[in-house]
């Protein structure tokens, strides 16, 4: 293999760009395992201590119930944004709707609205319909916010389904809905992984709409038992308990994205590869 | 079994692409529709299989009227051209597809693709996914996958056009071998004469969405109703003199040429005519003399093929055994086989 430039330039300053990045996740996990003399800069002992909140409450109060919430939340999230674009993609992609075209562009300019914008509306439908400061209304707002997003992303994986595959289906005797879970479902099934993890990932670091939405509720996620711990005036501040925590409420993401970095690049690339 | 076409109209936007179209196809018999791209052909086909549905008119298989049936109420096979087999599934579960969905039991699914796949020689690959095959055998598939419910009618639309020459060949004969195995009526939809002809017991050619001829392959060729079917059969294809009708003769003066009409006396003199010569009825043995020069040459192997200019420009086509081998340039003096040439009206009719 020749090569028509030589790498190390470009390498060293790409490290040189990222060291500070890479440094401040270092201490993060550094100080979360040890203590620091004041004034010091390197870590003098190792320790456990900050990391016991997670087995004893009267620190910070529980973690694992916020956590609990923010998988529920998470979660719910994910299966209808799922559901409701595996479903809508297909419609708008193959159907012939009513007012397709309208829909459609609708979506568009959904999606690139700034949902912030959005909220006294919200607030208001909400309160309308009973469900403030509520999660189950908290998971239905976040979820039909991010329902353009995922819908057309849906969209574009179903136009690349050839026509013929379909016809085929439906000439060998099966239905509609049939072809479209037996035939047509599979081949997008990298598209509804990587939507799937978006939505999670997404559900998992909300912090705004919980805040917003649900105010003086009973439930908890993680950002807003985050923002407890990392409140000066607490009782109980700590600086390295607050990184534990933090280090705590971005391990699944960052898991996520390990496991399946691939998967979520094919939402850019857009293809389905058979 | 047979199908019925009975006054089949379609428009598409408003563009009208079959109108008032008739055709029956015999129950066993293999039905190429043969026409230039845009003739309507694909759409006959897919309005059989219930893809499209007819504007007006009638369809029937056997005694049952169709046309309103959704696709898959039709019991219709379809190839097509990209074989659209299911990526997911492999070969097995490509053809026990059309079983599964109608919940046969397990053990008869297995028994009826295992046949099937050993009809379609592909017992061995039915472990593999389709990208993991090549394109006869994909096509094998789907010729599996449409087959195995025993349908009523076989649609194929261009099953040939994405396979390489010599897979084209051999699918070719393959895919006439298991029609004329299972006995099962089929439509072949083709833009390629040679495919209708050697795979086909009778072809309609289709032009602007009427079919202009229907007829076996034999009779069509020497017997063509239109200068557009005489066109379309033969490769090389037939060539065309441009005349008047003088005297009982056809005749282009510019070249002093005269071909006796024989059975067609009496068009009055003057008539403009077109006289359709085939390759193989124009060469050095003949009755009707006429001068020119190699215009082209092209060496096939076994034969040759030349153009011959004339005097006045028009081109005559010829296939010459290989041997005596003509150079570009070279003056001959060759012969029309008179009583094989057809004579057609201005307007394109066989006199």
New interface residues.
């Given amino acids: 293999m020749t090569r028509n430039f030589a790498a190390w330039p470009i390498i060293l300053l790409l490290t040189v760009l990222s060291l500070p990045l890479f440094v401040m996740y270092l201490f993060l996990l550094v100080d979360t395992f040890s203590n620091t003399a004041p004034g010091s800069l390197l870590p003098n002992e190792f320790t456990l201590e900050h990391w016991r909140f997670l087995i004893d409450p009267t620190i910070t109060g529980d973690v694992w119930k916020p956590t609990l919430t923010t998988f529920l939340f998470a979660s719910s999230m994910m299966v209808i944004v799922v559901s409701v674009s595996a479903t809508a993609g297909y419609a708008l992609s193959r159907l012939a709707l009513p007012f397709r075209r309208f829909v459609l562009s609708g979506i568009m300019v959904m999606h690139a609205f700034p949902s912030v914008t959005l909220i006294i509306g919200v607030f208001l439908v909400l309160q309308f319909a009973g469900l403030y400061n509520s999660l189950t209304g908290v998971i239905l707002v976040k979820a039909s916010l991010m329902l353009p997003f995922g819908i057309w992303i849906m969209k574009g994986f179903y136009d690349a389904v050839?026509w013929?595959?379909e016809?085929?289906?439906?000439?060998?005797?099966?239905?509609r809905f049939?072809v479209w879970r037996?035939?047509i479902l599979?081949?997008v099934?990298p598209g509804l992984l990587s939507l799937a993890l978006f939505a999670f990932i997404d559900g998992w670091s909300e912090y705004m709409l919980p805040r917003i939405l649900a105010p003086s509720s009973d439930f908890e996620v993680l950002s807003m038992y985050l923002n407890t711990v990392s409140d000066p005036n607490s009782s109980t501040y700590n600086f390295n308990i607050f990184k534990s925590v933090g280090l705590f409420y971005t391990l699944p993401v960052l898991a996520l994205f390990v496991l399946f970095q691939n998967r979520l690049m094919n939402i850019f690339g857009g293809g389905t590869k058979? | 079994m047979q199908i019925s076409i009975n006054n089949f109209t379609k428009t598409f936007d408003g563009t009208p692409v079959i109108d008032d179209m008739n055709l029956t196809i015999r129950d066993g018999e293999m039905l190429a529709l043969l026409g230039p791209s845009g003739c309507g052909k694909s759409t006959t086909l897919f309005t059989i299989s219930g893809i499209h549905r007819m504007d007006r008119g009638q369809l029937m298989f056997g005694d049952r009227d169709v046309s309103g049936l959704p696709s898959q109420k039709r019991n219709v096979g379809v190839v097509f051209q990209n074989y659209a087999l299911y990526p997911h599934m492999n070969v097995f579960e490509n053809i026990a597809f059309p079983l599964t969905v109608r919940k046969d039991n397990k053990a008869d699914i297995d028994r009826e693709v295992r046949a099937i796949a050993a009809l379609t020689h592909i017992s061995e690959l039915l472990e593999r996914r389709p990208g993991q095959l090549s394109g006869g055998q994909q096509q094998r598939v789907a010729l599996a996958r449409a087959l195995v419910r025993k349908p009523d009618v076989l649609l194929l639309d261009e099953p040939l056009a994405n396979l390489d020459a010599k897979l084209r060949l051999e699918m070719r004969s393959e895919i006439r071998r298991i029609q004329l195995e299972t006995g099962i009526t089929a439509v072949l939809v083709t833009h390629d004469q040679v495919e209708a002809m050697s795979m086909c017991d009778r072809i309609a050619i289709m032009k602007k969405g009427e079919i202009v001829q229907i007829d076996t392959p034999a009779d069509m060729y020497s017997n063509p109703r239109t200068s557009f079917v005489a066109g379309f059969l033969g490769n090389p294809p037939i060539s065309f003199l441009s005349g008047i009708a003088m005297e009982n003769s056809f005749s282009v003066a510019p070249i002093k040429l005269r071909v006796p009409l024989g059975v067609h006396e009496g068009i009055a003199d003057g008539t403009q005519l077109k006289l359709g010569v085939r390759p193989e009825h124009f060469g050095p043995e003949g009755d009707i003399a006429v001068e020119g020069k190699i215009a082209f040459a092209e060496t096939q192997g076994r034969e040759n093929l030349y153009d011959v200019a004339l005097a006045d420009g028009s081109v005559l086509r010829s296939i010459q055994p290989a041997g005596r081998n003509w150079a570009l340039g070279e003056p001959v003096r060759w012969f029309i086989d008179s009583k094989s040439a057809f004579v057609f009206s201005n307007d394109g009719q066989r006199l």
Wanted: proline share 11%; aromatic share 0%.
């Fill in positions: 050839p013929e595959i016809m085929a289906g439906v000439q060998d005797g099966a239905s049939t037996r035939i599979p081949q099934k058979g």
